[in-house]
């Protein structure tokens, strides 16, 4: 069983940066699409970004091409998002995610979750 665990969210002014980390215990299988989800109040779960594990190719939502920025450290089974320029919008709850589908950031029935980490920008 695959268990994302997230740390790093936190409050920022907008223009402001934050980085998420993801710990995933459990094993993963070469290819599989881990990343980032988010939920703002009373809105649907939406994909941020997603990477395959141990492939090189990196997906984004519209909304945060060129602010946001997804890696990975294979040896540590961790997945990273780098929010840089952040706007209030950005408000939300933050997922990590695993086994969904790339490039799309779409999550199925398989898919794993983590608890969430708080991401709040301010004006």
């Known amino acids: 069983q695959v268990q994302p665990v997230e740390s790093g969210g936190g409050s920022v002014q907008a223009g402001g940066s934050l980085r998420l980390s993801c710990v995933v215990y459990?094993?993963?299988?070469?290819?599989?699409?881990m990343g980032w989800f988010r939920q703002a109040p009373g809105k649907e779960r939406e994909g941020v970004a997603g990477i395959a594990f141990r492939g090189s190719g990196t997906f984004y939502a519209n909304a945060v091409k060129g602010r946001f920025t997804i890696s990975q450290d294979n040896a540590k089974n961790t997945v990273y998002l780098q929010l840089n320029n952040l706007k209030p919008e950005d408000t939300a709850m933050y997922y990590c995610?695993?086994?969904?589908?790339?490039?799309?950031?779409?999550?199925?029935?398989?898919?794993?979750w983590g608890q969430g980490t708080q991401v709040t920008v301010s004006s």
């Open positions: 995610a695993t086994n969904f589908i790339c490039p799309s950031l779409v999550a199925v029935p398989l898919t794993s």
């Open positions: 459990g094993y993963i299988y070469s290819g599989t699409c």
